[in-house]
């Protein structure tokens, strides 16, 4: 029934998103040349912890949840990846979700292996005071093989720079010293950086604007379509806005609006602090929702949940570069059908590969306890952003491969090649 | 499904072997001996921490192989964890973490300041040569340095590991700490910390836990009879054991097959045999019997000390003993259980009868501590104790309970993790 292997402690029947990584792999090991001696290391997480996290609840019961660390691969340097909180967490997806981080981190060149955590929890059925106990018992049983040169834990989804300083503060306290440098995404007052908050919507901006480049496409005057508008659909929708980009189309969870001649962003901001539903935003029609797809843009940015473009919508999507700020918003098939059609898409390991490098900056900065300024940050996260789109643009022209498939051989090229240097331990 | 025997009987088969289901079994058949304290349950539910690594090994031909390794710490509640290693083909997280809850309760039955855990790696040791399982064995002890120790987790020989294995450990364990910690494994060579009687130490457990209970059931050992299925490492011991007590031994089996002496076997006589041939068969005076047919032999002790599972359903209502020691984990499967319940046998629960191994690990640690070793004698005779101590507190639950030994045993470790659960209280 199945093509790859399947691991003892993964349900026989389901891989769910390892499936896919799998397969992702397969697809890109034929570029490997000889590299393809080590494709196994890619192929198996270098190490899995589950843990029990029990905690006291508010009522005086104990609550039993079941938390993960996968670190993938440490080939390039310590782990790095997000710990989320879900109901639906499971170890196949964080295992998926740690190898990506694998592949990100060595697409835009930084000196990470991947890893990735959480939870299975439904966070709003805690308090605060259960949430933090939670998150410093989780950390407490994690310890061992997290730290600034082992493993540095971030904020992913239902988690924030708040839950980060309660991981500083748990690590510091069991190491009997304060270890900035343990988590990333922490406030600005415990070693946290400028410039972080918008990241990845920033990448997103400089992903996008470079494939624009290369076919001879004008920011200044295009149109931009973003669906979600959380922290990263904002900013892109911000910097693309300040750049001279039209913001056409938004959709949240609320609605989708829309305006032919521009969404100032900072405006629909302001007004959602009073009001979260966007369709009650005066300056913008609403329309339909799955009318999102069929607004004729220049730029089409995902940046909500996974799975949005599909084999329903991908026929008809108007637009020339798709730049995916969501992880895994293009389905495979979907994917296929936007290549046939020749739009661009810049994909997610490389497109919100902002948020880990400003993560990256985090880190270099707590070890010297010495801190950049915002626009220092910005020009550094521009230069990484930069010369990773073009290493693998080059490589997508050179193979004739679309993006996602170059950024894998770029990326899977540089962990193996890691792995070989480093030869077999013992 | 933990079939791995090919002689394992069919029948046994349609029974559920997975271990972490039988440990689930039993705390759900002991909830209503523990309303006060179904907290502790429920923690025994979620093992504390489960790792597993990728093990990447370099094979003689120059290729490399990716073998999948695990680690269970199921509870650290009475100190550090504390369980066997086992190599095998086959291997899986239900199997570890049923063997490593095994392990918490068992160290509990028999006080010992541990907790439970269990490793392994999936592979035949068979089908690789000694270079290559030390270079599986020191990149396996590689990827877990962070989560074992003497103060945290110390791992011991199992099923397909031996102290050489254990000498590679601590040897990869202290190098990537930088000094010697022996006290990292149990099961080592003398030559490197190791404690004197522990080989024989599970055998000679048995042996000495089938003393206490002879005692209570009114058991004369000079005049009973015995047979031991296994002549490994546990079985011979438990034969020898006894032997020296004055049970004679009228039927023991090895892989090559099952032997009986109606007088029964001068087991060292026979221990040398198997020591020089490799195999019990053509001992002198042995009559070839069938292995099954051990198992239901009239004899007044029978050890199954080969596998779990050994007897089940099907064969259970022809056991003619009256006291049955389980030399290997989880030897009889709980309907089987069930059946010799109401035939009257007196079941010596795994968590006691083969204690000893665990518990001469931990004379093995002690000393390591001290760099202080203790004579043969003070092991053995300390160890009988050590049993005899843990049946008293057994009975005493049986009695006031009115249950059998396992359940008994079972009862008295989850109290005792019981109680220093509540006093550590939860962190944070």
């Known amino acids: 029934m199945h093509q790859h292997e399947v691991p003892s402690y993964l349900n026989q029947d389901n891989l769910g998103p390892w499936e896919i990584y799998l ?93 990735k955590g959480g939870i299975r929890v439904d966070p709003r059925k805690l308090s605060r005071g259960e949430l933090e106990k939670m998150t410093r018992r989780y950390t407490s049983e994690i310890n061992f093989i997290i730290g600034p040169d082992k493993d540095i834990p971030a904020p992913d989804v239902n988690t924030n720079d708040l839950t980060m300083a309660w991981m500083m503060d748990t690590y510091s306290m069991n190491q009997g010293r304060t270890a900035t440098g343990v988590v990333t995404g922490k406030p600005i007052a415990l070693g946290g950086s400028l410039g972080r908050r918008d990241a990845t919507g920033r990448g997103v901006f400089v992903a996008g604007r470079e494939a624009a480049s290369r076919i001879g496409l004008e920011v200044v005057g295009s149109r931009v379509a973003i669906q979600g508008f959380g922290n990263v659909g904002n900013a892109s929708a911000r910097i693309f806005h300040d750049f001279g980009a039209k913001i056409v189309a938004i959709q949240d969870v609320s609605g989708t609006i829309f305006n032919g001649d521009g969404i100032n962003p900072h405006d629909l901001l302001e007004f959602m602090k009073q009001n979260p539903d966007v369709t009650a935003y005066p300056k913008a029609t609403t329309i339909a929702k799955n009318e999102f797809w069929n607004v004729e843009t220049e730029f089409l940015i995902p940046a909500a949940l996974e799975k949005q473009i599909t084999l329903e919508n991908a026929g008809h999507i108007k637009t020339r570069i798709v730049v995916e700020g969501a992880n895994g918003p293009t389905t495979p098939a979907a994917d ?22 400003v993560s990256y900056f985090e880190w270099v900065q707590d070890f010297s ?16 952003m930069v010369e990773a789109f073009k290493g693998i643009w080059d490589v997508a022209q050179d193979k004739n491969v679309t993006m996602r498939t170059a950024t894998f051989i770029v990326a899977c090229t540089r962990v193996l090649e890691a792995r070989a240097l480093r030869g077999l331990y013992p | 499904m933990n079939q791995h025997e090919p002689q394992a009987q069919s029948e046994s088969q349609v029974e559920d072997l997975n271990l972490w289901h039988a440990f689930i079994d039993q705390i759900e058949t002991s909830q209503q001996y523990f309303r006060a304290s179904s907290e502790t349950l429920e923690y025994l539910r979620h093992p504390k921490r489960m790792t597993t690594v990728s093990v990447p090994a370099r094979m003689d031909d120059g290729s490399v192989r990716f073998f999948t390794g695990y680690r269970v710490q199921h509870s650290i509640s009475r100190g550090p964890s504390k369980g066997g290693i086992r190599y095998r083909a086959g291997l899986n997280l239900d199997e570890v973490r049923g063997l490593a809850a095994a392990m918490t309760i068992k160290c509990a039955v028999m006080n010992l300041p541990f907790g439970g855990a269990k490793g392994g790696i999936d592979v035949d040791p068979k089908t690789l040569s ?11 002890t590689s990827e877990l340095v962070d989560l074992i120790g003497p103060d945290k987790d110390i791992p011991a020989p199992d099923t397909g590991t031996n102290e050489q294995i254990m000498a590679w450990i601590m040897d990869t364990y202290s190098q990537n700490k930088g000094s010697t910690v022996t006290g990292v494994v149990t099961g080592k060579p003398v030559a490197m910390g190791g404690s004197i009687g522990r080989v024989e130490a599970a055998g000679r457990g048995i042996a000495y836990s089938i003393f206490g ?25 438990a034969a020898l054991g006894l032997y020296e007590r004055g049970v004679r031994i009228v039927a023991v089996s090895d892989s090559s097959g099952a032997i009986y002496a109606h007088d029964g076997f001068d087991i060292p006589a026979l221990l040398e045999h198997k020591n020089q041939h490799g195999t019990i068969m053509g001992f002198n005076g042995a009559k070839r019997i069938d292995h099954e047919s051990l198992l239901t032999l009239p004899v007044d002790i029978l050890v199954p000390a ?34 010799l319940e109401r035939e009257g046998r007196v079941i010596i629960p795994d968590y006691l009868a083969n204690s000893g191994g665990v518990t001469v690990s931990y004379y093995e640690w002690v000393q390591d ?16 104790q050590h049993i005899q101590h843990a049946l008293d507190s057994v009975y005493s639950v049986k009695l006031e309970r009115n249950v059998n030994l396992r359940q008994a045993a079972f009862i008295l470790a989850v109290s005792r993790i019981n109680e220093s659960t509540n006093l550590r209280g939860l962190y944070p």
């Open chain 1, 23 to 115: 397969e992702q792999v397969d697809r890109v090991t034929p570029y490997l040349g000889k590299l393809a001696y080590w494709v196994e290391t890619l192929k198996r997480p270098k190490r899995i912890l589950i843990v029990d996290v029990p905690i006291q609840l508010d009522d005086g019961s104990i609550a039993h949840f079941e938390g993960y660390r996968v670190q993938h691969n440490s080939s390039r340097g310590p782990g790095k990846g997000g710990v989320r909180y879900h109901q639906d967490v499971t170890l196949s997806e964080v295992m998926a979700l740690s190898a990506w981080m694998t592949v990100k981190n060595a697409a835009v060149n930084l000196p990470y292996g991947g890893a």
């Open chain 1, 336 to 357: 296929d059908v936007l290549r046939e059609r020749g739009i661009i898409v810049v994909p997610d390991v490389l497109a919100n590969a902002g948020g880990v490098t």
């Open chain 1, 369 to 384: 306890s010495f801190f950049w300024t915002e626009d220092e940050i910005n020009k550094r996260l521009e230069k990484i």
């Open chain 2, 130 to 140: 000694k270079p290559e399982i030390e270079r599986m064995t020191r990149r396996y």
């Open chain 2, 213 to 237: 209970v002879a005692k209570r059931e009114n058991i004369n050992l000079e005049k009973a009879s015995a047979a031991i299925q296994g002549f490994g490492m546990v079985g011979r011991y």
């Open chain 2, 306 to 339: 080969v596998r779990e599972g050994a007897i089940h359903a099907a064969n259970a209502a022809k056991i003619e003993a009256q006291i049955i020691a389980e030399g290997a984990n989880h030897a009889i499967t709980r309907q089987a259980d069930t059946i």
């Open chain 2, 369 to 384: 501590f001290n760099n202080l070793y203790w004579t043969e004698d003070e092991i053995r005779s300390n160890l009988e």
